[in-house]
């Protein structure tokens, strides 16, 4: 097969760039159109007739790939944060490979994006301040989510201060008991049953 430029141009902001490429072979010839970071597109943008050999048209589609990956990972994010974990299964679940997807993430945090650190403190008080869960319950729904469990057990640690756990017991059995402190050997094991459902 023989490769060739037909035309590039630079797309919107300049960050992406229109490549055509034409592709010969015994059966005829195709044009195929691709969307790539302007970067990876530079070498072939102001030369229509430029022979491509079959590894670098192999490489410009990878770069395609990738580029539809972090497009994909920006409208993702326009609906809201994500944690780097659910962006990357979000775009899995789109069909996008597990290598581009992990490179989405990776672009999604340098430029800053996506904070795993913010949005992990975030989750932690939501979790304690509203929900009333406790440390195990937090923990185990975190990790549900795909944060890593040192990142979490470290957040948690750090915020262990400010997080209310002791009024949240109170409240807690306030809400469901009525008091605080049981009356019997029974009302114990039913309070000390239902605080563990909610992770103390």
């Known amino acids: 097969m023989i490769f060739s430029v037909v035309e590039?141009?630079?797309v919107g902001d300049g960050e992406t760039a229109s490549l055509t490429l034409r592709c010969e072979g015994r059966y005829g010839?195709?044009?195929?159109?691709l969307l790539l970071f302007s970067e990876d597109a530079a070498p072939y943008l102001f030369s229509p007739g430029l022979m491509i050999e079959?590894?670098?048209?192999?490489a410009l589609l990878?770069?395609?790939r990738r580029c539809a990956a972090v497009r994909a990972a920006l409208r993702l994010l326009s609906y809201g944060d994500n944690s780097?974990?659910?962006?990357?299964?979000?775009l899995r679940q789109k069909g996008v490979s597990r290598e581009d997807a992990e490179y989405a993430c990776a672009q999604m945090r340098e430029k800053g994006y996506i904070d795993d650190r913010a949005l992990l403190s975030d989750e932690i008080r939501a979790d304690a301040c509203e929900k009333l869960w406790g440390r195990r319950r937090i923990e185990a729904s975190l990790l549900s989510k795909g944060y890593d469990r040192a990142a979490v057990r470290e957040?948690?640690?750090l915020l262990e201060e400010e997080l209310p756990f002791a009024e949240n017991r109170k409240k807690l059995l306030l809400r469901k008991f009525g008091k605080t402190k049981p009356q019997s050997a029974?009302?114990?094991?039913?309070?000390?049953?239902?605080?563990?459902?909610y992770g103390y």
């Open 8 to 10: 590039g141009h630079a």
């Open 186 to 197: 029974e009302e114990s094991q039913k309070m000390r049953a239902f605080l563990y459902r």
């Open 155 to 157: 957040t948690l640690s």
């Open 62 to 64: 990878a770069a395609e």
């Open 29 to 33: 010839s195709e044009e195929k159109t």
């Open 84 to 90: 780097s974990a659910a962006l990357c299964r979000k």
């Open 54 to 58: 079959p590894e670098q048209a192999v």
